[in-house]
């Protein structure tokens, strides 16, 4: 008889993002990633969240980081947590490429403690010993984790699909998850994002030839928006590109960092003369450019929101041009991306968007990709892992199809803890989780919003603009802003109107499409954080309210 493993989600299940995933032996403990979720509207002045880690306590008796993958929301909480606990952690050479540049930034101390590993090799930390596993997934460099503790076995899918045909060539490992069949697995911990989709998920190769279809047709240039994190997409603009005469450019600090990382790691192969630096492209002919930008999601201040907006003044969509939003639309960020397609349009543009053209496939695994993970590694039990709850229940109701019990697989939120042990999986009680606000690289409590504000506008101050538009969103009055405790007193008024010249401006060029109140409280918002932040770096709180009249 084996001694009972218990797994403690403090983040990822039930959301999407702030994956953290505790595996612990008696007094011993590993990580599975640590990851970040950017902040909404409804967090103001908060760059972004990280899983509430106090569960862990005083450092010692976590041995070890195992991550994935290198997306954000399995990777950014890493420079918080290193900060305390000095532990070494584990990813293939791209992982931890891309984790190297956010410690950098962050806690460049600790870039000691990163420790490279190939697919398919092994690494110890006390009690645990842990096989990394490729894996096909919309970053480089991902992997499954097979874990051994005390005689229990946990295979950990990570973030997958199981592509057969995929860019790089190198599919998902099945030999070796089989092998993990043969010898037994008590315990699949398993992606749950597309669970709900049948059949598998299509190959990333759809993409390319999608695009080689569509980009003869281009006759202006050609702009490619996409996560940075996804290199087997720009290798695929890369070479459609190439095959009509065109040469790429990038725009975008995260991709220009990523793809750096990637070519030097060898998993970005433009052949020579493919790619051309942002600045020699500005002279260049229309039809004989696309770009490679951030911004599919509309995130405000990113590449595509700049360009859309005016304010790259070397990057300018013109009549002609054709523009690609070559990612899913993520549930909250809809009503935003529609904005922005209706503005690529409004500048003359044709937009191509996944709900119209074949420009995306997910890099999550459907039913039938989960399933045949299932038959290959035949687990005693399912834990579904990564996904809001409707995704989690999927997962479960599929399980539940191929004749898990409840004791051998059910639906786990953050602080269940959940006990492995002879007589399947079931939870074990709870522990305390949360969410921490990190801002300027500075965390707070976020269980309690009043008091996080309050910390806030004592340490910053508060941006107040209030202005009216009309039911049609027409602007009526103001915009008018107000300060407190930002600046000292006999500054202030002259600092309000330099922060009204500045919505002003984004009056003038945002007034011919109407937006609604609540859009224009977004705009204003923006506009003051950046206008505050470019005058002595300074970041209050910033509150717009637009009444309609």
């Not at 090799?121 to 990394?132: H, I, K, T, Y």
């Not at 279809?213 to 720009?234: I, K």
Request: with cysteine; hydrophobic share 40%; glycine share 10%.
């Amino acid at each position: 008889m084996s001694a009972p493993v218990r797994l403690v989600p403090l983040g990822g299940l039930g959301e999407i993002g702030l994956n953290a995933l505790v595996i612990e032996a008696g007094d011993e403990r590993i990580l599975v990633d640590c990851g970040l979720m950017f902040a909404q509207d409804h967090h103001p002045g908060v760059d972004y969240l990280i899983p509430d880690l106090s569960y862990l306590g005083s450092p010692g008796r976590l041995r070890a980081v195992l991550l994935t993958h290198g997306h954000e929301d399995h990777i950014g909480g890493l420079p918080h947590l290193l900060r305390r606990h000095r532990v070494p952690v584990y990813g293939t050479a791209m992982t931890l490429g891309l984790v190297r540049e956010r410690l950098a930034e962050h806690a460049p101390t600790t870039t000691s403690l990163l420790q490279s590993v190939a697919p398919g090799a092994w690494v110890e930390a006390g009690p645990f010993r842990a096989q990394f596993i490729r894996i096909t997934h919309s970053t480089a460099g991902a992997c499954a984790l097979g874990i051994e503790v005390h005689g229990r076995r946990i295979v950990h899918t990570g973030d997958f699909k199981l592509d057969p045909t995929p860019v790089d060539a190198m599919p998902t490992d099945e030999a070796a998850l089989a092998r993990w069949g043969d010898g037994g697995v008590d315990l699949l911990c398993c992606d749950s994002t597309n669970a709900h989709r049948p059949g598998p998920t299509p190959s990333e190769r759809l993409v390319g030839e999608a695009l080689h279809r569509l980009l003869p047709d281009v006759e202006g240039r050609a702009w490619v928006a996409t996560f940075a994190s996804n290199v087997h997409r720009v290798q695929q603009v890369i070479e459609a590109s190439r095959a009509v005469g065109r040469r790429v450019t990038l725009l975008g600090r995260a991709m220009v960092r990523t793809t750096r990382i990637a070519r030097s790691l060898g998993h970005l192969r433009p052949a020579p003369g493919d790619l051309v630096p942002e600045p020699r492209s500005r002279g260049m002919p229309r039809d004989s450019l696309t770009v490679v930008l951030t911004g599919s999601q509309a995130e405000p201040g990113s590449a595509l929101w700049r360009v859309t907006r005016g304010l790259e003044p070397h990057h300018r969509i013109l009549p002609g041009d054709h523009v690609f939003l070559s990612s899913r639309l993520i549930p909250g960020n809809e009503r935003a991306i529609y904005r922005q397609i209706d503005r690529c349009i409004r500048l003359g543009a044709r937009v191509h968007y996944e709900e119209v053209s074949e420009i995306h496939v997910s890099g999550h695994a459907s039913a039938a990709d989960a399933r045949r993970v299932v038959e290959l590694t035949r687990p005693r039990c399912v834990l579904p892992v990564h996904g809001e709850l409707r995704h989690l229940q999927a997962l479960v109701d599929r399980a539940r199809g191929l004749g898990y019990p409840p004791h051998r697989c059910f639906r786990a939120e953050n602080g269940v803890v959940v006990r492995l042990d002879d007589q399947g999986i079931r939870p074990d009680g709870t522990v305390p989780t949360g969410r921490l606000y990190v801002e300027a690289g500075t965390e707070g409590d976020v269980a309690d919003g009043a008091l996080a504000d309050r910390r806030r506008l004592g340490r910053a101050g508060l941006v107040l603009a209030v202005a009216a538009v009309d039911p049609a969103g027409a602007l009526v009055w103001g915009p008018r802003v107000e300060l407190r405790g930002v600046v000292p007193d006999d500054q202030a008024s002259r600092e309000a109107r330099e922060a009204e010249e500045e919505l002003a401006r984004v009056v003038r060029r945002e007034a011919p499409e109407a937006p609604s109140a609540e859009d224009w409280e977004t705009l204003f918002t923006v506009a003051l954080r950046r206008h505050f932040r470019r005058r002595g770096n300074r970041r209050p709180v910033v509150v717009a309210t637009v009444a309609e009249v």
